[in-house]
């Protein structure tokens, strides 16, 4: 079975202190994991996948198969990364979603 | 390109009413999937399909039902709705294959009295 799991329903970090938001994730093939975001009033949007090995407005994010992570890592938070932040896993098809982290940044 | 629509915006409906979200997407994606969103919940996938004519069940089906008559729509019907169906409900699609890119519509919030 597929299962993901985001532990923190709510970070808060200051600006300009790193920020790392967990996922965990359960699955006995090979896995395809994503962080997706939702800023205020917008639509849920990629930010990153790890089959890209990219890193998108700082974020970067890498796969650890022997931990089973996906944790998501900025080195210095700005106040514009306020979001909602939600972990997916992509296996036979189905594409399920962790519970989310909502990340505050303080000034 | 409109990308993904999803219309209503807002609805109010009785316990054991009916009624149809609509989605439709005009990119030829191949894979379509309807989400519910709860608070301290995240996203769960109700139903998704990977072609015209081809659907499945997701995590919490029970209350829904899909169908893919065409590439460009994926309508989800509540049957008979119960409050506990309140919620947002969101409409994606992709390309097929495990790495694509989602994309979301817009998102219909739905309460049930």
């Known amino acids: 079975a597929q299962r993901v799991t985001q532990p923190e329903k709510l970070l808060s970090v200051f600006k300009g202190a790193p920020v790392e938001l967990k996922c965990n994730y359960s699955?006995?093939?090979?896995?395809?994991l994503f962080w997706y975001v939702q800023y205020s009033r917008q639509r849920l949007q990629l930010l990153l996948r790890?089959?890209s090995r990219e890193s998108i407005k700082g974020f970067t994010a890498d796969l650890n198969k022997g931990e089973t992570s996906f944790h998501l890592k900025k080195p210095f938070a700005q106040e514009e990364d306020s979001a909602m932040y939600y972990c997916?896993?992509?296996?036979?098809?189905?594409?399920?979603f962790g519970k989310g982290t909502r990340l505050h940044i303080l000034p | 390109n409109a990308g993904v629509t999803q219309t209503p915006k807002f609805q109010v409906l009785k316990t054991g009413q009916s009624m149809t979200l609509q989605c439709a997407q005009d990119?030829?994606?191949?894979?379509m999937s309807w989400y519910r969103q709860d608070p301290g919940m995240g996203l769960r996938l109700i139903h998704y399909s990977v072609g015209a004519g081809i659907t499945d069940q997701g995590e919490v089906p029970n209350g829904y039902n899909v169908s893919r008559s065409t590439t460009e729509d994926f309508p989800l019907r509540l049957l008979s709705a119960a409050p506990s169906q309140t919620s947002v409900y969101f409409c994606a699609s992709s390309y097929r294959g495990r790495g694509n890119e989602q994309f979301f519509g817009p998102g219909t919030r739905l309460t049930v009295l």
């Open positions: 990119m030829n994606h191949e894979y």
């Open positions: 790890h089959i």
């Open positions: 997916a896993l992509s296996g036979n098809d189905k594409i399920i």
């Open positions: 699955y006995s093939g090979s896995p395809e």
